[in-house]
């Protein structure tokens, strides 16, 4: 993921509010209030100095899975990507019902191992990003584009949980823009 127009690098030091860039709040411990993006409800922060290094670890963690999809890296993906994680895509069928397809760790590993590297490219905007304890959460808008060019896009939701290994992603959830 690089600095290329239409994208925005996820930053721990920063917050999306709507089309807005915000610096995120800096304390001691102090109760903060969050954000939320797409008009979620706001969440108070505890811990808030503790959160900014969760926050970073796991924006690494997420980068680093972009790189591994993008470079084709079917080890670097597997050593992000707890075994037992689940992707979900979310859709409407050709009559317009909710069609939900999941897939295991193994489809992606298969298929990234058949991928030239290059072939896929993903971008993320208006990243979100909230840790508690062992848990993390990155919500954000994508694109994927395929040989270049943009097949899909909507908003993805990835779930992380810490383990003595570092994070690690356990669920990720995304729509499909009609």
Known sequence: MGEEEGTTEI??????????????PHTTGEEVEAAAPFGMPHTSVDNAGDEAESVEAVVNTVKLLFKA????????FS????????FVRTAYDDEGSPDVTSYNKEYFVST????????????????????RDNLGHVWCR?????????KYTGVKSIQLRRTVQGWKIV????????
Not at 18 to 24: D, F, M, Q, S, T
Not at 114 to 129: A, I, N, R, W
Request: aromatic share 4%.
């Open 112 to 131: 990234l191992k058949k991928t030239p590297k290059g072939m896929l490219k993903e971008k993320v905007t208006q990243p979100f990003v909230q840790t």
């Open 69 to 76: 999809f993008s470079t084709s890296d079917a080890q670097m």
């Open 11 to 24: 930053d721990a030091g920063q917050e999306v509010v709507g089309e807005e860039i915000k610096p995120r």
């Open 79 to 86: 050593g992000l990507v707890d075994p037992d994680a689940r």
């Open 142 to 150: 994508y694109s994927l584009a395929v040989n270049g060019e943009v």
């Open 171 to 178: 669920n990720v959830v995304d729509t499909v823009d009609p």
